[in-house]
């Protein structure tokens, strides 16, 4: 089943999205959809199947039931070189970076473009230059991955998955373990690319509610479904105890306690 | 009981899976060494970290293994009234057997366990989804320069072994014993053949398939955290000195 409207419908559809690990049912039936050239944030206690419900829609993972629609493609029923077509179209900013740490910042940002492309080594430096400074790390360019901090380690990684101009941005907890300013900074960065590009988003994201301000949809995931999905302002009035007592910060049965989730917004 | 049987029968299954998986993943590594994308320079990258950079080492070892060839060949021919014999002794051991297994060796100590740890720690880090969400293979990419780079480096680190090996023994034989010096050379020339020579040569070709192909799986299958990155190292180097030995074996009797 494809969909007609590749250039208005969503960019990603996920339908009954099913995977198991051994005995545990990590994702129980996942229905998503990520609008175009808008950010999808997936908020959820830990281990309710965040991560990998992103690592099915970058396909490092395959279901083992269900749908996987990317821009009018169906990739559950593609082989290995339809794939690769596929990923062409992503950029992915791993969770603590996965830069190259043999390489420098430079080598690392042009990396896709040296292996991938045709490009001379002048436009190559070119594009390089123009993204670090975009990100905010001109000058850091022959530094190498275990000088940087943990932000600047991810504005790098950032700068990576954006440099082939990618149609669908994906990032996996670009914030944790960043101080608030920092958190704002990417999340500010994450905006500013999206707009600037006109990209689709999809972020998983621990700090709730901080990237509430940076999100257009709020997909909140609960024991491996998504249950509440909507803007910003209809998820926060929505009446759905699991997301509430998430909000609040409160252990409530098979959830964890979070550790940032200090802040009591139930009240609001 | 039946508890016990299906422990055994998971057991089983998993090994030979493990097995299966084994296998594959040199199959793919050697598949895509002839398919494009064509990156020449991981190659030369690869060729220097292997092959150039075990040279000293491989020369040191080589210099005294052949040096205590030629004391024990020395002290044991002149039993038997045999000293002239001595070339070709040490000749024979090292290009026969000595020259690839210990080569080998010193290959998996040295640059086979790094690259366990640097593929375990880049799975350890997700450089290796990172990879394949770039649309880039990582066994192509990560492992298929390294086998090739073993199977091209690991014969001629062998030739130095032995010719390095084989001044050690006069060094020693010759030099400090007093061994006839004439026969010694003269020895080799006339005892050691086309024959020899391939036989270390082939077994010098399997084993630098073989390292690379432990080391790499170990470190692509290693548990993605610190204790998973060194049991892989450790499980790495003993597996490959394990295959070593034992195919050391195999291909003796076949090739002898």
């Known amino acids: ?268 | 009981m039946v508890r016990i049987i299906e422990r055994l029968g998971e057991a089983v299954i998993e090994a030979v899976v493990a097995l299966g998986n084994f296998v594959l993943f040199l199959l793919s590594a050697l598949l895509y060494t002839l398919a494009p994308p064509y990156k020449p320079r991981l190659l030369i990258r690869q060729l220097r970290t292997i092959g150039a950079e075990s040279f000293f080492l491989v020369g040191l070892i080589g210099l005294f293994t052949g040096m205590v060839l030629g004391l024990q060949g020395y002290n044991t021919l002149r039993r038997f009234g045999s000293e002239g014999a001595l070339g070709t002794v040490v000749a024979l051991v090292l290009v026969r057997e000595l020259g690839p297994v210990l080569a080998a060796l010193m290959v998996t100590a040295r640059a086979g366990s790094a690259m366990a740890a640097e593929i375990g720690a880049m799975q350890a880090t997700e450089q290796v989804d990172a990879l394949t969400v770039m649309a880039i293979n990582p066994v192509q990419y990560l492992v298929s320069p390294r086998v090739l780079a073993g199977v091209l480096s690991l014969p001629l680190l062998t030739c130095m072994f032995d010719v390095i090996g084989i001044w050690g023994g006069y060094a020693v034989g010759v030099g400090l014993m007093g061994a006839p010096s004439g026969p010694f050379f003269n020895g080799i020339a006339q005892n050691i053949g086309s024959h020899d020579i391939a036989t270390g040569f082939y077994k010098a070709l399997v084993f630098g398939m073989v390292v690379m192909w432990v080391c790499c799986y170990k470190g692509y299958h290693a548990a993605r955290m610190a204790t998973g990155v060194s049991r892989a190292t450790t499980d790495a180097v003993v597996l490959s000195s394990v295959l070593i030995l034992a195919w050391d074996y195999f291909m003796t009797s076949i090739l002898l």
């Open chain 1, 1 to 268: 089943m494809t969909d007609n409207g590749t250039r208005d419908g969503p960019a990603i559809v996920v339908r009954d999205l099913r995977r198991r690990f051994g005995r545990q049912q990590v994702l129980d039936g996942v229905d998503l959809d990520c609008p175009r050239r808008q950010i999808t944030t997936i908020v959820g206690p830990s281990g309710c199947g965040k991560t990998v419900l992103l690592k099915h829609l970058n396909l490092l993972l395959r279901p083992d039931f269900g749908q996987i629609v990317i821009d009018g493609v169906d990739v559950t029923r593609l082989g290995s070189r339809g794939i690769d077509a596929v990923r062409e179209k992503f950029g992915m900013l791993f969770q603590a970076g996965a830069l190259f740490d043999s390489m420098s910042v430079f080598d690392n940002v042009a990396f896709p473009l040296v292996e991938k492309t045709n490009l001379t080594r002048k436009q190559i430096a070119a594009r390089v230059y123009e993204i670090l400074s975009q990100v905010g790390l001109e000058g850091m360019e022959q530094k190498f991955p275990s000088e940087l901090s943990g932000g600047m380690q991810k504005r790098t990684a950032l700068a990576r998955a954006l440099i082939r101009r990618p149609s669908i941005l994906m990032l996996d907890e670009p914030t944790t373990g960043l101080d608030p300013t920092r958190t704002a900074a990417i999340h500010e960065l994450v905006r500013s690319t999206q707009q600037r590009f006109g990209l689709s988003a999809v972020m998983v994201s621990h700090d709730v509610p901080q990237v509430f301000e940076v999100s257009d949809r709020v997909a909140f995931m609960h024991l491996g479904k998504i249950e509440l999905t909507g803007s910003v302002a209809e998820v926060m009035a929505s009446a759905n105890e699991n997301f509430k007592s998430f909000l609040a910060g409160r252990a409530s049965g098979e959830e964890e306690r979070v550790a940032s989730q200090v802040i009591a917004t139930v009240g609001r």
